[in-house]
Nanobody
Framework: QVQLVESGGGSVQPGGSLRLSCAASGFTLDYYAIGWFRQAPGKEREGVSCINSSDSSAYYADFVKGRFTISRDNAKSTVYLQMNSLKPEDTAVYYC??????????????????WGQGTQVTVSS
């Protein structure tokens, strides 16, 4: 059974940092790209970042470039999202999803077939 479980969310002040984890099971992580998405109240779910398994190349949405870093540890079947310089507009539920075998651009919703339950990130003073 394919499972994705996010963790690491919480509440921080503007300028703070969080590290999210996406633990995968039930499939071989090496053959799939993994994407991070977020959904804020009243907004559509949007792609944040994705990482390839073949060469660990990564892609980022413009609104997180220079602040977020995605990484992968295949031995632990885990993908991470390091979030620095957090802003109030980053407040959202963050989800990881299993995507195609590669991702050449920021992740698209229709390309992802399994999802985790999400983890809440709140940025406020």
């Amino acid at each position: 059974q394919v499972q994705l479980v996010e963790s690491g969310g919480g509440s921080v002040q503007p300028g703070g940092s969080l590290r999210l984890s996406c633990a995968a099971s039930g499939f071989t992580l090496d053959y799939y790209a993994i994407g991070w998405f977020r959904q804020a109240p009243g907004k559509e779910r949007e792609g944040v970042s994705c990482i390839n398994s073949s060469d660990s190349s990564a892609y980022y949405a413009d609104f997180v470039k220079g602040r977020f870093t995605i990484s992968r540890d295949n031995a632990k079947s885990t993908v991470y999202l390091q979030m620095n310089s957090l802003k109030p507009e980053d407040t959202a539920v963050y989800y990881c999803g299993r995507g195609p075998w590669i991702c050449a651009t920021s992740p698209k919703l229709y390309e992802y077939d399994y999802w985790g339950q999400g983890t809440q990130v709140t940025v406020s003073s």
